[in-house]
């Protein structure tokens, strides 16, 4: 099997599972050549769940999980799809971060949120394959971050296809959510992205692209993502760090996989919502091989 791509998705608001989009598009393309090439499973970091505690990081072994409610979506979008955990290979991650110093812990009772598994049923509305779910640290560490996805990087090379889902721009408290109170129009534009939220949706296409391509140092993906967390517009961006640390796992698992030191990065869709959220879709690596 090629070496599987790795994602950075931003998952946006709550209608991104409802509405159709540029996003949902490339979210069904990358779900599609996943399975046209035979992955074992998904691997996936959550923004909307973090384990409490120094160095610690849980795995969510909950053998057959609810899903908590969508809002704005229709119950008919989500409720029947059938979400697969996959407890072997989380018990194996659990192992691997043990080994890498981390204090990993099972987790047999968290409900899956809809960062989640909005991305598995765009990407695999069919069925949802054997599914592990890493949570975030509570104190939000960069580098602690990237360190759990280098962890589990040796993963790709095994036929698993590793996401990240959080966000690129994603300020809840500088969106504009009238139009979608009022109207359910989550894609409204009513007036132009601030100047900090396009000026940092930039720098997040920047380092990510310019930091995969051929003859790029080991480690320099993931210094240009954690040094985003001091660029100026980073608080503009993320009032909150819990969705940019799917980006410095992202990282991670780059830097740290044997073989895909070639690898380009593609913006491969994005869409604006609640005129300040840039849903930026992240490709690092593809299925046939730039040497091919």
């Known amino acids: 099997m090629p070496l599987p791509p790795v994602h950075f998705f931003s998952h946006g608001s709550t209608m991104m599972l409802g509405e159709e989009s540029r996003s949902a598009d490339y979210w069904k393309k990358c779900g599609d050549e996943a399975l046209a090439h035979g992955i074992k499973g998904v691997i996936m970091m959550s923004a909307h769940w973090d384990a409490r505690g120094t160095?610690?990081?849980?795995?969510?072994?909950?053998?057959?999980?609810?899903?908590?409610?969508?809002?704005?979506?229709?119950?008919?979008?989500y409720v029947d799809y059938k979400l697969k955990p996959d407890l072997a290979t989380g018990k194996r991650v659990v192992s691997m971060l043990r080994e890498a110093g981390m204090d990993a812990r099972p987790n047999d009772t968290f409900?899956?949120?809809?960062?989640?598994?909005?991305?598995?049923?765009?990407?695999?509305?069919?069925g949802c394959p054997p599914t592990t779910?890493?949570?975030?640290?509570?104190?939000?560490?960069?580098?602690?971050?990237?360190?759990?996805?280098?962890?589990?990087?040796?993963?790709r090379s095994d036929g698993y296809l590793i996401?990240?889902?959080?966000?690129a721009v994603h300020n809840l408290y500088r969106n504009h959510w009238g139009q979608m109170l009022r109207y359910t129009d989550n894609f409204a534009q009513p007036v132009p992205p601030e100047a900090a939220m396009l000026e940092f949706r930039q720098s997040v296409e920047d380092v990510f692209t310019r930091n995969c391509r051929a003859g790029r140092a080991k480690g320099a993906l993931v210094n240009g993502v954690t040094r985003l967390m001091k660029h100026p517009q980073y608080r503009d961006a993320h009032g909150t760090d819990d969705h940019f640390m799917a980006a410095c796992f992202v990282s991670g698992v780059v830097d740290g996989s044997e073989g895909g030191e070639d690898d380009e990065c593609v913006l491969g869709a994005e869409d604006w919502e609640l005129v300040n959220m840039c849903n930026s879709q992240f490709t690092v690596g593809r299925w046939v091989s730039q040497k091919a």
């Open 55 to 77: 160095n610690r990081v849980d795995v969510a072994m909950k053998p057959d999980p609810q899903k908590s409610p969508v809002a704005y979506v229709h119950p008919s979008k």
């Open 133 to 155: 779910i890493i949570s975030m640290n509570g104190r939000f560490d960069p580098h602690f971050h990237a360190r759990v996805g280098s962890a589990v990087a040796s993963l």
């Open 163 to 167: 996401i990240g889902t959080g966000g």
């Open 111 to 126: 409900d899956w949120i809809h960062d989640t598994y909005l991305i598995l049923i765009r990407m695999f509305p069919a």
